[in-house]
């Protein structure tokens, strides 16, 4: 029981090195992508679905709680090379959509409606693989890796007798 500030400390130093490695990916490909070729394409789907979860937690002291998320789905169209592909992807690194809020969701739905005109970015080694945004914000990643850091130092900090 005497090691868990150590453990604790360790655990969140990895998840900010987690943190840290998505944050340099993203740097590496929001620079590289600028490069790539920007495709005219047209909205052929777009929909934002709520999900509902309830949470019973303990019904003698709390109500039980429900939480909405929204998945979205938007799905174009575009010609390269006088053949037409499809595509659903938001942005490069698929992993990025983990991090969209709800408003940021329906911002999107709101934006790629069906049947819009939109730009989208090509891959140049894969001309089936195209996405519609072609930078991500990484000040998310950042906030998140900082936390975490400070979090597990402090916890390790804590375990050595700083505190």
Do not use: H
């Amino acid at each position: 029981m005497e090691k868990i500030g150590l453990i604790f400390g360790l655990l969140f130093i990895l998840l900010g090195l987690i943190f840290l490695t998505l944050t340099l990916i993203n740097l590496y490909f929001n620079d590289k992508i600028k490069d790539w070729q920007s495709l005219n394409a047209k909205v052929l789907k777009s929909s934002l679905t709520e999900k509902k979860e309830e949470f019973n937690i303990d019904t003698d002291i709390y109500s039980s709680s429900t939480r909405i998320t929204y998945e979205q789905k938007i799905e174009f169209e575009y010609d390269y090379d006088g053949e037409k592909y499809k595509s659903d992807k938001i942005y490069y690194l698929e992993f990025n959509e983990w991090f969209l809020t709800n408003n940021q969701k329906k911002e999107l739905s709101k934006n790629y409606y069906k049947d819009k005109r939109i730009n989208i970015y090509l891959n140049p080694k894969d001309k089936c693989k195209a996405f519609l945004i072609d930078e991500f914000p990484i000040n998310k990643l950042i906030i998140y890796m900082t936390i975490t850091f400070i979090a597990g130092l402090f916890f390790l900090l804590q375990e050595w007798n700083y505190f």
